[in-house]
């Protein structure tokens, strides 16, 4: 019998390692070059590096290719702000201390990692709505003010985040963000999410789904139920 006490064996925290996205078509790589690994062709596996709570031990190792930085900013942007944690800076001795579930203060983390202000986001984009999470959706969605947006700019003033449980974030999804546009998500677009998840749950990964909707005044008012059909998958953390 493997037992553990938190503070004994480990110290109750979580640190995010990877972010995933669908990446470019292989009609932006070279053809003609057989070494490149195929599985490279269709994702992005972005690597965040250090561990703990300090948001300046790591980095994000965001790739030049502005389409991918760009998508990787809208996933952990929407990971930060979908969650309730909080992260205190204590002085003496000079450390970070997370305040609420571990897993909601990592993607904190990430996001300051990269250079987020996570103050200004919560102005930039105040919460509007929440659904908790609950055992039955193992999702949790907020509903923003986005009208300020420049980074993924619609005519919709509302934007929904909903993140959990990688299958059944997906399960609500018909859409995908792919190649800087919205797509739909096809047999194959899904197969390619699904691989990807189970590649990094072997790995001995916890994996989050996170996905949106744009929308308007009705965001504030559906139910659960007709609030979190019809997303658009964004990525995988």
């Given at each position: 019998?493997?037992?553990?006490?938190?503070?004994?064996?480990?110290?109750?925290?979580?640190?995010?390692?990877?972010?995933?996205?669908?990446?470019?078509?292989?009609?932006?790589?070279?053809?003609?070059?057989?070494?490149?690994?195929?599985?490279?062709?269709?994702?992005?596996?972005?690597?965040?590096?250090?561990?703990?709570?300090?948001?300046?031990?790591?980095?994000?190792?965001?790739?030049?290719?502005?389409?991918?930085?760009?998508?990787?900013?809208?996933?952990?942007?929407?990971?930060?702000?979908?969650?309730?944690?909080?992260?205190?800076?204590?002085?003496?001795?000079?450390?970070?201390?997370?305040?609420?579930?571990?897993?909601?203060?990592?993607?904190?983390?990430?996001?300051?990692?990269?250079?987020?202000?996570?103050?200004?986001?919560?102005?930039?984009?105040?919460?509007?709505?929440?659904?908790?999470?609950?055992?039955?959706?193992?999702?949790?969605?907020?509903?923003?003010?986005?009208?300020?947006?420049?980074?993924?700019?619609?005519?919709?003033?509302?934007?929904?985040?909903?993140?959990?449980?990688?299958?059944?974030?997906?399960?609500?999804?018909?859409?995908?963000?792919?190649d800087g546009e919205t797509q739909e998500l096809t047999h194959d677009y899904w197969d390619e999410v699904v691989k990807a998840n189970d590649d990094l749950a072997r790995q001995g990964l916890r994996v989050l789904g996170l996905a949106a909707r744009r929308g308007g005044q009705e965001l504030l008012n559906l139910k659960a139920q007709d609030l979190e059909p019809d997303l658009i998958s964004l990525?995988?953390?």
């Amino acid at each position: 019998i493997c037992t553990d006490k938190t503070g004994t064996l480990t110290k109750n925290e979580m640190t995010v390692r990877y972010l995933w996205l669908p990446r470019q078509p292989q009609t932006q790589a070279d053809p003609a070059n057989t070494e490149l690994d195929p599985d490279a062709l269709t994702k992005a596996l972005i690597e965040i590096t250090g561990a703990g709570y300090d948001p300046t031990n790591g980095k994000v190792n965001i790739p030049s290719d502005s389409q991918i930085a760009w998508k990787a900013k809208v996933l952990l942007i929407g990971s930060a702000l979908c969650s309730n944690a909080r992260l205190v800076h204590l002085n003496a001795p000079s450390r970070w201390q997370e305040i609420g579930d571990p897993t909601e203060a990592a993607l904190l983390v990430a996001a300051a990692k990269a250079e987020l202000n996570l103050e200004n986001l919560q102005k930039q984009y105040p919460r509007l709505r929440e659904i908790p999470f609950d055992s039955r959706r193992l999702m949790m969605t907020v509903v923003l003010n986005w009208q300020s947006s420049e980074l993924w700019s619609s005519e919709f003033p509302n934007l929904a985040f909903t993140k959990g449980a990688p299958l059944e974030v997906l399960k609500h999804c018909h859409l995908i963000l792919r190649d800087g546009e919205t797509q739909e998500l096809t047999h194959d677009y899904w197969d390619e999410v699904v691989k990807a998840n189970d590649d990094l749950a072997r790995q001995g990964l916890r994996v989050l789904g996170l996905a949106a909707r744009r929308g308007g005044q009705e965001l504030l008012n559906l139910k659960a139920q007709d609030l979190e059909p019809d997303l658009i998958s964004l990525g995988l953390v």
